[in-house]
């Protein structure tokens, strides 16, 4: 399966520049940006996708939240505001509950090629 949080991110094996750091989560900078400010947070354990948080995960739930207010007005200062978004099911490449924050300038299109200045 393609878990490259549970695999490589968060034992730390794939060297990223952390955001921010809590007890659940793990904010850090994607490593192949598809935007100019692209920061992706996820849960340290494995969680398959928003979908799946239960009663059993209201501390989670409170840190997600707080997490990306915290982020979201860090980019919004710096680019006047961003999208965040986390997908379910069919729609996610990786099954492990992640967001993205992003902003600014698109860097690449949906099937990883470079955007063409
Ligand atoms: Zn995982």
């Given at each position: 399966?393609?878990?490259?949080?549970?695999d490589?991110?968060?034992?730390?094996?794939?060297?990223?520049?952390?955001?921010?750091?809590?007890?659940?989560?793990?904010a850090?900078?994607?490593?192949?940006?598809?935007?100019?400010?692209?920061?992706?947070?996820?849960?340290?354990?494995?969680?398959?996708?928003?979908?799946?948080?239960t009663?059993?995960?209201?501390?989670?739930?409170?840190?997600?939240m707080?997490?990306?207010?915290?982020?979201?007005?860090t980019?919004e200062?710096?680019?006047?505001?961003?999208?965040?978004?986390?997908?379910?099911?069919?729609?996610?490449?990786?099954?492990?509950?992640?967001?993205y924050?992003?902003?600014?300038?698109?860097?690449?299109?949906?099937?990883?090629?470079?955007?063409?200045i």
């Open positions: 399966m393609n878990d490259i949080y549970c490589q991110i968060i034992p730390k094996l794939i060297d990223v520049e952390i955001v921010s750091e809590t007890g659940h989560l793990f850090f900078h994607h490593t192949n940006p598809y935007w100019e400010r692209h920061i992706v947070i996820v849960p340290k354990d494995h969680i398959e996708s928003l979908s799946r948080l009663e059993d995960h209201e501390l989670l739930k409170k840190e997600i707080d997490t990306l207010i915290k982020i979201s007005s980019v200062k710096d680019f006047g505001g961003c999208s965040i978004v986390t997908n379910v099911g069919d729609q996610q490449t990786s099954k492990h509950l992640h967001w924050i992003y902003a600014g300038r698109k860097l690449r299109n949906e099937d990883g090629t470079m955007v063409k």
